[in-house]
């Protein structure tokens, strides 16, 4: 059991690549937090544009450290970070997030009530300075109604597991477990490998982030494509892993294809269970965005991660599964640095 202690030192680990203005934004937000018990460690991962400036700009009022590397990809960089943490406990969020100024206060207090938590996840909220696609895409990622369910949360269809853009552990789970591997879905991997070690997974709905995400919805949709892509590689890695509830995206394309046919070749109302889906995810983005605007956005964005998702996962399964390109996965993250 990691016991908490009242001058835990928490080390917040980012991995930056070529987003020196997002960096400003999430210095800005650590040098107000309410509780001082951290460290901040930015690995700039071969950026080109480096953020060296604004990190020496906060210099005087954070405690500090910046390292530059070649690009070897965000696990790698996180694991360089680790190594040369001098926290008690270790915190992992997005170069593109804004911290609330509580935000180590809450966390300090929520392991403070749960000394038996390893390691902990949290939510992620859209900030009001963010755009309307920002938000829209925000709803996307986190509504129930569409893949915000399979990710775990207040209400969800799976166990929680926690994404690096707003996660922790104790010392004493990378002393057992080691760092993340370099490949996608690492967070998913790496919450397996602490779970099947034996420690406790938390989430702490009142630690959460402002999570920007991508700018545009041709950006999300190569995101959540690849997103759909790994969940077949966490079952080939993870044999019995894969849940009916993951290949809901991919239901979602073949159904919306076969309804969309059925339509045009047969009968113009057997397209309706699509429509009265999308019309129920469109309402419920207006309502919680309280914005006809980004609400509209929100469809869209909900769409193109649903098909976006449930693209990248048909894909995978068909090279990786159907014709056996993916028997050997094991062994190639395994070769991989990070481990």
């Not at 969020?93 to 403070?112: E, F, G, H, M």
């Amino acid at each position: 059991m990691d016991t908490p202690k009242h001058d835990m030192l928490f080390s917040i680990i980012v991995p930056v690549y070529n987003r020196p203005d997002e960096v400003a934004d999430l210095l800005g937000s650590l040098a107000v937090q309410s509780d001082r018990g951290f460290e901040i460690i930015l690995v700039e991962d071969g950026s080109t544009v480096l953020c060296r400036p604004q990190a020496e700009a906060y210099s005087d009022r954070l405690r500090l450290k910046y390292y530059y590397k070649e690009n070897e990809g965000r696990s790698i960089a996180r694991n360089y970070g680790i190594v040369r943490a001098d926290g008690d406990f270790l915190v992992f969020v997005d170069s593109d997030c804004v911290l609330p100024p509580d935000y180590i206060a809450s966390l300090r207090a929520a392991l403070t009530a749960h000394p038996e938590t390893a390691c902990f996840g949290g939510p992620d909220a859209a900030h009001d300075s963010f755009t309307d696609t920002q938000k829209a895409i925000n709803y996307a990622m986190t509504s129930f109604l569409t893949t915000g369910g399979i990710r775990g949360g207040k209400v969800s269809m799976e166990k929680f597991t926690p994404r690096t853009f707003n996660t922790g552990f104790s010392r004493r789970v990378f002393e057992k477990v080691g760092g993340f591997r370099e490949m996608f879905s690492e967070d998913i991997d790496m919450s397996t490998r602490i779970r099947r070690a034996g420690f406790n997974i938390a989430l702490f709905p009142e630690v959460y982030v402002y999570h920007k995400r991508r700018g545009n919805l041709r950006k999300f949709w190569r995101q959540v494509h690849v997103f759909g892509m790994s969940r077949i590689t966490l079952k080939l890695l993870y044999p019995g892993s894969l849940k009916a509830v993951h290949c809901l995206p991919a239901l979602f394309v073949l159904g919306s294809i076969a309804m969309i046919a059925a339509a045009i070749f047969w009968h113009w109302w057997c397209i309706l269970p699509l429509v009265a889906y999308l019309l129920a995810v469109w309402i419920c983005a207006v309502i919680s965005t309280r914005s006809l605007r980004i609400g509209t956005l929100g469809l869209a964005a909900s769409i193109v991660q649903l098909t976006g998702y449930g693209t990248g996962f048909i894909r995978a399964y068909i090279w990786k599964i159907l014709l056996g390109h993916g028997r050997d996965i094991e062994q190639e993250v395994a070769m991989r640095k990070g481990k």
